[in-house]
């Protein structure tokens, strides 16, 4: 049986799992799904459109699902959905998809910190840490086990890609390839590898090496991006995390632009 306070306002269509907790003058909406044992504190307001998963929980103040910021939006039916296990601190904002794709998109086992704003359309992998006050514009991407320092700002269609870390107060308006540490405001550059992390999460030497490998070439050798990313596809080993990092930069837009080296 779910648990909800008399003072919360339910819509009658809402689908509740069970063992959710509500909280004292919070307000779902009627097109809303929560999954089972998920706890929701006070005055949180979840719009139509919400998809929450299992054991999430949501603090006081959290405002989910509510329409896009987009000047193109036109009431059209969009969702936000959220993957199981993950933590929602205090006044965090997500705001539902556009028509663009439909929705916006949060894993699973993330922790996003107070004042956390998403905007419409991003996809937010699993297991992310998003620091306090992070503002990311709308259709973001940030991959798995990534780390984003708080009062970042996280301008919109910015990649950040797996194992990355994005330092605070940073002014991030480039993408940030995967397993790199990425900072600065009034330029956002290449820091190195994102070590720490790596060794957190049990890359081995091997695998650390062939990622400072590709990345010596790409960042220090001082050749056209295009030269450098064939460079490294002709001569160093294919290993999942080269290719990984090859792709991340193909997949690209032909108009996108990269992180800098640190010394550029």
Wanted: charged share 20%.
């Amino acid at each position: 049986m779910s648990t909800i306070h008399a003072t919360a306002i339910i819509g009658p269509g809402a689908k509740l799992g069970e063992g959710v907790v509500v909280g004292p003058y919070t307000v779902i909406g009627d097109d809303v799904v929560i999954g089972d044992r998920t706890v929701v504190a006070s005055h949180v307001h979840i719009a139509d459109g919400a998809r929450i998963g299992s054991e999430c929980r949501i603090s006081s103040g959290a405002v989910l699902a509510t329409e896009p910021q987009d000047l193109k939006f036109a009431g059209e039916k969009t969702y936000l959905e959220i993957g199981d296990r993950t933590v929602i601190r205090e006044c965090v904002t997500l705001n539902r998809g556009t028509k663009a794709s439909g929705k916006t998109v949060v894993g699973s086992d993330n922790l996003i910190m107070a004042y956390v704003h998403a905007g419409h359309d991003c996809v937010i992998g699993n297991h992310v840490v998003i620091a306090n006050s992070v503002q990311f514009g709308g259709h973001c991407h940030v991959g798995d086990y990534a780390v984003v320092g708080g009062l970042a700002g996280v301008h919109q269609f910015v990649r950040i890609g797996r194992y990355a870390m994005v330092g605070g107060i940073s002014r991030a308006a480039l993408d940030v390839p995967p397993f790199v540490m990425a900072g600065g405001h009034a330029s956002f550059r290449y820091e190195g590898l994102n070590l720490l992390g790596l060794k957190r999460r049990g890359f081995s030497p091997e695998q650390i090496g062939n990622i400072r490998d590709a990345y010596r070439v790409i960042f220090q050798s001082g050749l056209l991006l295009s030269t450098a990313l064939e460079t490294v596809q002709r001569d160093l080993p294919q290993a999942p995390e080269v290719v990984e990092i090859l792709d991340f930069f193909a997949t690209g837009e032909h108009n996108r632009k990269f992180l800098k080296p640190f010394n550029s």
